[in-house]
């Protein structure tokens, strides 16, 4: 299978603006018996996606099974110490579609673009997708903005504003916002609504 680039997408939205029924719907639905797809939970606090089996990403006959099938299983990541969730993704899980299910409970701040260069780079992954949901702009880490993340806005919260500039700076910061601040205009006339936005073209 010929290599490509991973793709990393950021899901924004606040609760019950319909983060969850989306995240089935682009990413679960369409690829769910041709890929393998990873769901990342903290807890099992998310009943539209408890019906998916666990797995234990460590246990190899789990795995070449899974190899085998393709399909969805999910992992919750408070089974993992400290917050080596990531690591383990990374040692285990190649070629396949990772849902991480409000990442902001389970990702450290601080995270550093060496840390994701790392989880993306590796030569066992040649199509390997990346979805993170995020209650706000101000939970996502600022070293995933540098990565260039795909962006899926929904309704946010105004503070977003000020996390927003400050990742971004004030330029790229004041235009990113004026599409945030159209979105939530829409979402006050209509629920449910969100738009795709490339950062990279910011």
């Not at 490509?4 to 995240?23: E, V």
């Not at 190899?60 to 099938?69: F, N, R, S, V």
Request: glycine share 4%.
């Amino acid at each position: 299978m010929p290599q490509r680039k991973p793709q990393l997408f950021a899901l924004i939205g606040t609760n019950g603006s319909g983060k969850t029924t989306l995240t089935i719907n682009k990413f679960i639905k369409p690829f769910m018996k041709t890929r393998k797809i990873l769901i990342v939970q903290e807890f099992d606090n998310e009943d539209k996606l408890n019906d998916y089996p666990l797995i234990d990403i460590r246990d190899k006959d789990a795995m070449d099974q899974w190899e085998q099938k393709n399909g969805v299983r999910r992992i919750n990541a408070v089974d993992f110490e400290d917050e080596k969730v990531y690591l383990h993704i990374r040692s285990f899980v190649h070629n396949a579609i990772i849902l991480l299910d409000d990442a902001g409970n389970y990702t450290p701040r601080n995270l550093q673009m060496h840390d994701i260069h790392k989880f993306f780079r590796n030569r066992r992954q040649w199509m390997f997708d990346v979805v993170t949901t995020w209650h706000s702009f101000g939970d996502i880490p600022k070293a995933l903005f540098k990565f260039g993340p795909k962006l899926i806005i929904g309704k946010t919260v105004p503070t977003d504003y000020q996390s927003i500039k400050a990742a971004l700076g004030p330029s790229r910061g004041e235009r990113l916002w004026k599409i945030v601040d159209h979105i939530n205009t829409l979402n006050n006339e209509t629920e449910y609504t969100f738009k795709s936005v490339d950062l990279n073209s910011i």
